[in-house]
């Protein structure tokens, strides 16, 4: 079976590996307070022009996610997410769990706009009792989004705008970070993430670490005291040095962004064989994420020989499906499934 279903199927990078092996028997202190960290923190830092940063280490997106929100919220606050975010409705309730309502709106190709958050502040603000309802705080993005598609620098300052317009926190969901800034005509960069908003993370268990996601945190009010948090959410990983180790391993040499350009040309080349096969893509995403809408006798015939994933059953006997490429996606492999989309369609 050949797997385009996740981008975390393989274990880890050779060069992340190699890393490890190179430090295993040097002796070092426990909860991230390790010289690697270290080095990883303030590499990141300079990669982010952001000296004012903290960087935190922690093991996976959704432990991230509901760390850094539960941090930024008070009990009484919300986080505006697109209904197709991740959190709202890939991570079991975990927002929820923390005492934090997510408000989703909707989304148009996984993105939500700066006039959508204005709206939502100003429903909330204009109420004639605003304090019988969560009060939104924080937005939530991610990038790419979970279509695979990218904010532009320009959406990205307007809702930066919005957000201080309306006193509100910005946090973005960075687990396919790698993917996205290196996709074609992306136009941001880590300076730009690390100046538009309060914490975002760069990805690591879905680009060529073992595990590991690194948290920018510019914001210095939600510094103070986040290690609390991170303790008491279960995130503080007695061995962090592994987490800064891998880090140190895939930003050293560009290697997390050249990692990220190959999963994309991999999956750009699946992208152009359904269009030319008759099966536009879904959404018009640069990334690793591809999605079709395919006749469910043509998806029955590619199971045999391929994971991907159901995402949901369409009309007409079509289902939509998405082809996810990755950091160590062979291109035999993709050579293979484009040869037989030519075969099954012809």
């Known amino acids: 079976m050949i797997r385009f279903n996740c981008d975390y199927s393989e274990g880890a990078h050779p060069q992340v590996l190699e890393k490890l092996v190179q430090t295993n028997l040097e002796q070092a202190p426990g909860y991230g307070q ?32 509901l760390t850094v929100i539960a941090a930024m919220l008070r ?4 986080v505006i997410s697109a209904d197709t975010g991740h959190i709202n409705v890939h991570e079991t309730g975990a927002i929820e769990a923390t005492g ?32 019988f309802a969560p009060q939104p705080r924080l937005v939530y993005l ?38 996205g800034l290196a996709a074609q005509g ?9 100046a538009y908003c309060d914490a975002f993370y760069i990805g690591g268990t879905k680009l060529g670490a073992l595990l590991g996601e690194a948290v920018v945190m510019s914001n210095e009010k939600i510094q103070k005291d986040f290690r609390y948090f991170i303790k008491q959410k279960g995130a503080m990983l007695a061995k962090g040095r592994v987490l800064g180790i891998q880090f140190l391993a895939l930003l050293e040499n560009d290697l997390y962004f050249q990692l990220g350009a190959h999963a994309n040309k991999q999956a750009l080349k699946i992208r152009k064989a359904f269009e030319k096969a008759g099966f536009p893509a879904m ?15 043509l998806v029955k015939q590619l199971e045999e020989t391929y994971a991907f994933a159901h995402i949901q059953p369409l009309e007409h ?10 950091w160590a996606t062979r291109e035999e492999d993709v050579t293979q499934l484009i040869e037989d989309i030519k075969r099954l369609t012809e």
């Open 34 to 65: 390790d010289v690697f960290c270290r080095q990883a923190a303030d590499l990141i830092k300079s990669r982010c022009q952001a000296p004012q940063a903290e960087v935190y280490f922690l093991c996976g997106g959704t432990q991230t996610n």
């Open 75 to 78: 009990p009484y606050q919300c």
């Open 100 to 131: 934090h309502r997510i408000l989703s709106v909707p989304s148009h190709n996984g993105k939500i706009t700066a006039q959508q958050i204005h709206q939502v502040c100003q429903a909330h603000w204009q109420d004639d009792n605003p304090e």
């Open 142 to 179: 991610s990038l790419p989004t979970e279509f695979g598609t990218m904010y532009s620098k320009k959406e990205l300052q307007e809702i930066r705008q919005a957000c201080d317009k309306n006193k509100l926190f910005l946090f973005i969901d960075g687990a396919r970070l790698g993917y």
């Open 186 to 194: 992306n136009d941001i960069t880590l300076p730009d993430l690390a």
């Open 283 to 297: 959404y018009d995403s640069p990334t690793n994420q591809q999605f079709f809408a395919l006749p469910n006798a």
């Open 317 to 326: 006997n079509q289902t939509l499906i998405r082809i996810c490429t990755s």
